[in-house]
């Protein structure tokens, strides 16, 4: 089946820095990738829809100077968190619509700390 | 606008007992209607999904929901369950060209 692959699955920053997190499409092409971002105990937010070759979709609310998002082939999308603070902090998950009828993979998440 | 509700934020069985987790919808047209899994510190697992056709959809692990369009309702059940099943669960809705919204989840416990 469809796989989605995301790395890191965890990573540790200092506040000010940045961090790239990727979600790559291995078995299939992706033309529309999508970044979610989950609370301890809550539901998946959408932040951003990631379309090849265009800029990305943000969702009302989410600063896109802070959460940039590159999509530059049909397989790779990254998120890169700007100038990280603690409140950044959360579990960012991406997915990919796979080319079956509605089917959507999911990454395995990355969880990022922010000290 | 689409929305999803789950009742019941946590839901705690015994092993071997029937799982049951609701989700209701709320769209204006026909919905795609999706259950997922997801273990701890990891990303989503597509258990089953309804699109169009059966209403009673088998998914993996032993998983089925059925679409009742009458009560907007596509509850999740098991009749058995195991140990392995305890994770979080969400519904999700999407319609042709509309994102996926999903529910705040259910949490489900299996006692020994």
């Known amino acids: 089946g469809a796989v989605v692959s995301q790395h890191p699955s965890w990573v540790i920053c200092k506040s000010g820095t940045s961090v790239k997190i990727e979600c790559r499409s291995l078995d299939f092409q992706a033309t529309t990738m999508f970044w979610y971002r989950q609370f301890p105990k809550q539901s998946l937010m959408l932040m951003a829809t990631s379309n090849e070759g265009s800029k990305a979709t943000y969702e009302q609310g989410v600063e896109k100077d802070k959460f940039l998002i590159n999509h530059a082939s049909l397989t790779l999308s990254t998120l890169t968190v700007t100038s990280a603070h603690p409140e950044d902090s959360s579990f960012y998950i991406c997915?990919?619509?796979?080319?079956?009828?509605?089917?959507?993979?999911f990454g395995s998440g990355t969880r990022l700390t922010v000290v | 606008a689409q929305s999803v509700t789950q009742l019941g934020s946590h839901v705690s069985v015994s092993e071997g007992a029937l799982v049951l987790l609701r989700c209701n919808y709320s769209s204006s047209v026909p919905p795609y209607l999706f259950w997922y899994v997801q273990y701890p510190n990891q990303g989503l697992q597509l258990l089953l999904k309804?699109?169009?056709?059966?209403?009673l959809v088998k998914g993996i692990n032993g998983f089925e929901a059925e679409f009742k369009k009458s009560e907007t309702s596509f509850h999740l059940t098991k009749p058995s369950a195991h140990m392995s099943d305890a994770a979080e669960y969400f519904c999700?809705?999407?319609?042709?060209?509309?994102?996926?919204?999903f529910g705040p989840g259910t949490r489900l416990s299996v006692l020994p």
């Open positions: 997915s990919a619509r796979d080319g079956s009828n509605y089917g959507y993979t």
């Open positions: 999700a809705v999407t319609t042709p060209g509309q994102n996926f919204v």
């Open positions: 309804y699109t169009t056709g059966a209403t």
